[in-house]
């Protein structure tokens, strides 16, 4: 699984990040790929900038301008 955190260094940003990798860890996920995107050309390719955080989830936009709680997270993540 690739998940890209998009975002420009937003306290929003860097939460959503840390609690994207705690979810990962807890659920045992280690084949997870975890990137965060900052270049902005790159975040315009899913969304607007104004949108940030922004949550992909193998290539689709699950989660734009807010932090998703654990257990949304939880569901995402979850092994298939």
Request: aromatic share 2%; proline share 5%; with cysteine.
């Amino acid at each position: 699984m690739k998940i890209e955190i998009l975002g420009t260094g937003c306290h929003n940003c860097l939460e959503l990040d840390l609690l994207v990798g705690e979810v990962a860890a807890a659920l045992g996920r280690d084949d997870i790929e975890i990137t965060r995107v900052d270049d902005t050309r790159k975040i315009l390719n899913y969304m607007p900038l104004d949108a940030v955080p922004g949550l992909v989830i193998d290539g689709e936009l699950v989660s734009e301008r807010e932090v998703p709680d654990r257990a949304t997270l939880e569901k995402w993540l979850a092994p298939a």
